[in-house]
């Protein structure tokens, strides 16, 4: 029965310190309060999910040196970390800072979700990039600012009428709670479809249709899921987290390695 307190409390210490490495791993390099034009209620930490209705891939991460893959009722998911500058490779229109996510793809095989694939520390920007959330040097990616005058005005401006990125933006604020974005490229220029829809409040995609339809090259069209998990404070995290594991080791040290 000793013997199996002690595993106990040794596991307890290493799982706090598992939780305090997860808490701030890839977070305390960025800025966790958001912007002046970022909602407010954004929270480091909250995971968003979202069921893939339909994928036509791989997306070739080439920074990585990995393929994103996935299929029908499969799930993209990321846990925004916070915000910083944009990367010179990835830079683009947006705002600086923006934010950074980790983003992971499941897919479906058997009535079981199964990883493939996860990527950290990514911005925004090169998430939008990657996946065709976006086009040009405009990609809001999964959570965009909430400076709507703003955002249209990229949106416009990084139609390219000239080079290789001819082709019609259009916005619909019909629904009050909602600001959706399609874009339409010229057909001999690739023909890009992209439909975005963002909650108007937290800037927070809710639904994504993209294709490249030329050779019918790559679609997704993803949906936001109900019961996001919200964020938490890294910092009080960690530091219940620590204090936790001290004081299992004050209470328990005479005892972890006695045998009697």
Do not use: R
């Amino acid at each position: 029965m000793k013997q199996i307190k002690k595993i106990g409390i040794i596991f307890s210490i290493l799982l706090g310190i598992g939780f305090i490495f997860q808490a701030t791993n890839g977070i305390s390099a960025f800025t966790t309060t958001p912007p002046d034009h970022y909602s407010s209620s954004l929270t480091a930490g909250t995971t968003y999910n979202y069921q893939v209705i339909e994928f036509n891939g791989p997306v070739n991460w080439w920074t990585e040196g990995k393929y994103l893959d996935t299929n029908q009722n499969g799930e993209i998911s990321i846990i925004l970390l916070g915000f910083a500058d944009q990367s010179a490779v990835f830079w683009a229109s947006n705002l600086n800072p923006v934010p950074f996510c980790n983003i992971t793809s499941k897919y479906l095989e058997g009535g079981v979700l199964k990883k493939n694939v996860t990527f950290v520390n990514k911005s925004t920007t090169e998430i939008g990039s990657m996946l065709v959330l976006g086009y040009n040097d405009y990609n809001p990616g999964f959570i965009t600012s909430i400076n709507w005058t703003y955002e249209k005005l990229l949106a416009i401006n990084s139609v390219d009428p000239t080079g290789w990125v001819p082709g019609t933006v259009t916005f619909d604020e019909s629904n009050q709670a909602q600001i959706k974005l399609v874009f339409k490229q010229d057909p001999a220029f690739g023909n890009q479809n992209t439909t975005l829809i963002y909650n108007k409040d937290t800037g927070v995609l809710i639904y994504a249709k993209t294709e490249i339809l030329f050779f019918n090259l790559y679609s997704l069209e993803i949906q936001l899921k109900e019961g996001n998990i919200p964020g938490y404070s890294i910092e009080i995290f960690g530091l219940l987290s620590i204090i936790a594991v001290i004081a299992i080791v004050l209470v328990k040290k005479k005892n972890i390695f006695n045998t009697k």
